[in-house]
Protein backbone atom coordinates (compact mmCIF):
# COMPACT_ATOMS: atom_id res chain seq x y z
CA UNK A 1 0.00 0.00 0.00
CA UNK A 2 2.88 2.36 0.49
CA UNK A 3 4.20 1.83 -2.39
CA UNK A 4 1.09 2.78 -4.44
CA UNK A 5 0.93 5.95 -2.28
CA UNK A 6 4.75 7.31 -2.59
CA UNK A 7 4.32 7.49 -6.61
CA UNK A 8 5.44 11.45 -6.13
CA UNK A 9 7.78 11.48 -3.24
CA UNK A 10 10.80 10.60 -2.48
CA UNK A 11 11.24 8.46 1.05
CA UNK A 12 14.26 7.44 3.19
CA UNK A 13 14.55 3.60 3.55
CA UNK A 14 14.31 4.13 7.43
CA UNK A 15 10.85 5.29 7.68
CA UNK A 16 9.81 2.11 5.22
CA UNK A 17 11.93 -0.27 8.09
CA UNK A 18 10.06 1.44 11.04
CA UNK A 19 6.40 1.07 9.00
CA UNK A 20 7.18 -2.54 8.27
CA UNK A 21 7.93 -3.44 11.74
CA UNK A 22 4.61 -1.71 12.84
CA UNK A 23 2.55 -3.37 10.35
CA UNK A 24 4.28 -6.91 11.14
CA UNK A 25 2.82 -6.20 14.83
CA UNK A 26 -0.25 -5.43 13.21
CA UNK A 27 -0.55 -8.54 11.46
CA UNK A 28 0.40 -10.61 14.08
CA UNK A 29 -2.11 -8.94 16.22
CA UNK A 30 -5.09 -9.34 14.08
CA UNK A 31 -4.20 -13.11 13.38
CA UNK A 32 -4.44 -13.39 17.29
CA UNK A 33 -7.77 -11.51 17.74
CA UNK A 34 -9.32 -14.02 14.75
CA UNK A 35 -7.87 -17.35 16.34
CA UNK A 36 -8.13 -16.19 19.87
CA UNK A 37 -11.09 -17.98 20.97
CA UNK A 38 -10.22 -21.52 18.57
CA UNK A 39 -6.95 -21.57 20.75
CA UNK A 40 -8.46 -21.08 23.82
CA UNK A 41 -10.38 -23.79 23.22
CA UNK A 42 -7.73 -26.07 21.64
CA UNK A 43 -5.35 -25.28 24.47
CA UNK A 44 -7.87 -25.37 27.50
CA UNK A 45 -7.16 -21.53 28.77
CA UNK A 46 -3.48 -23.31 29.45
CA UNK A 47 -0.98 -20.04 29.25
CA UNK A 48 1.71 -22.26 28.39
CA UNK A 49 0.24 -24.21 25.47
CA UNK A 50 -1.65 -20.62 24.68
CA UNK A 51 2.33 -19.05 24.09
CA UNK A 52 3.82 -22.44 22.40
CA UNK A 53 1.04 -21.45 19.70
CA UNK A 54 1.39 -17.95 19.23
CA UNK A 55 5.29 -18.37 18.61
CA UNK A 56 4.60 -21.38 16.30
CA UNK A 57 2.45 -18.20 14.72
CA UNK A 58 4.80 -15.89 15.22
CA UNK A 59 7.19 -18.10 13.58
CA UNK A 60 5.67 -18.85 10.13
CA UNK A 61 4.96 -14.70 9.97
CA UNK A 62 7.94 -13.42 10.34
CA UNK A 63 9.93 -15.18 7.25
CA UNK A 64 7.38 -13.94 5.24
CA UNK A 65 7.55 -10.76 5.89
CA UNK A 66 11.07 -10.37 6.10
CA UNK A 67 10.94 -11.59 2.57
CA UNK A 68 7.78 -9.06 1.73
CA UNK A 69 10.02 -6.52 3.39
CA UNK A 70 13.34 -6.82 0.97
CA UNK A 71 11.08 -6.88 -1.90
CA UNK A 72 8.88 -3.41 -1.16
CA UNK A 73 12.70 -2.18 -0.72
CA UNK A 74 14.07 -2.84 -3.61
CA UNK A 75 10.79 -1.71 -5.37
CA UNK A 76 10.67 1.69 -3.05
CA UNK A 77 14.69 2.20 -4.32
CA UNK A 78 14.05 1.84 -7.78
CA UNK A 79 10.63 4.00 -7.84
CA UNK A 80 12.78 6.57 -5.94
CA UNK A 81 15.85 5.84 -8.57
CA UNK A 82 13.39 6.43 -11.67
CA UNK A 83 11.41 9.38 -9.78
CA UNK A 84 15.10 11.27 -9.19
CA UNK A 85 15.88 10.72 -13.20
CA UNK A 86 12.93 11.80 -14.55
CA UNK A 87 13.72 15.15 -11.94
CA UNK A 88 16.94 15.59 -13.79
CA UNK A 89 15.85 15.33 -17.00
CA UNK A 90 13.12 17.81 -16.87
CA UNK A 91 15.71 20.12 -15.38
CA UNK A 92 18.30 19.26 -17.72
CA UNK A 93 15.82 20.06 -20.45
CA UNK A 94 13.99 23.31 -18.73
CA UNK A 95 18.24 24.46 -18.49
CA UNK A 96 17.80 23.62 -22.27
CA UNK A 97 15.39 25.88 -23.27
CA UNK A 98 16.71 29.10 -21.33
CA UNK A 99 20.22 28.76 -22.79
CA UNK A 100 18.62 28.81 -26.20
Not at 13 to 18: P, R, S, T
Not at 50 to 69: N, S, T
Given at each position: ????????????????????VI??????????????????????????LM??????????????????????????????????????????????????
Amino acid sequence: MFLLLSRSFIVHHKIVAFLSVIILLVVFEFINLLIHLFLENITHHSPILMLLALVCIAALIVPLHHKIEHWSTNKLVEKNKAIRLAKAKKTIEELEEKNR
